[in-house]
């Protein structure tokens, strides 16, 4: 059984920073492209960054230059660095391991809540 476990998330006020960490079991987590997704109120869940196992990374363009993915594999945790955080970055972010058989199977976290507002 696998279990991803966020945390890092909280309130800040625009322009201040963030990094959430995304905590696997099992030994999937090193095989495995992981990522970020999020969902904010009324809006469909979106990718926010991914690596895959050699750790090349690819970003939203709403995350291009202010968001960092990286991965500790010894740890078997996935980190999202977030700065020069804005309003409009207000969601649920969830980490998840791409098992290689499409989206709808992939392992998901619980969620971590992050708000920016001054």
């Known amino acids: 059984q696998v279990q991803l476990v966020e945390s890092g998330g909280g309130l800040v006020q625009p322009g201040e920073s963030l990094r959430l960490s995304c905590a696997a079991s099992?030994?999937?987590?090193?095989?495995?492209?992981m990522g970020w997704y999020r969902q904010a109120p009324g809006k469909q869940r979106e990718l926010v960054a991914s690596?895959?196992?050699?750790?090349?990374?690819k970003y939203a363009d709403s995350a291009k230059g202010r968001f960092t993915i990286s991965r500790d594999n010894a740890k078997n945790t996935v980190y999202l660095q977030m700065n020069s955080l804005k309003p409009e970055d207000t969601a649920v972010y969830y980490c998840?391991?791409?098992?290689?058989?499409?989206?709808?199977?992939?392992?998901w976290g619980q969620g971590t809540q992050v708000t920016v507002s001054s």
């Open positions: 690596i895959t196992t050699a750790g090349s990374t």
């Open positions: 099992g030994s999937i987590f090193s095989s495995n492209p």
């Open positions: 998840y391991i791409d098992r290689g058989m499409g989206y709808l199977f992939y392992y």
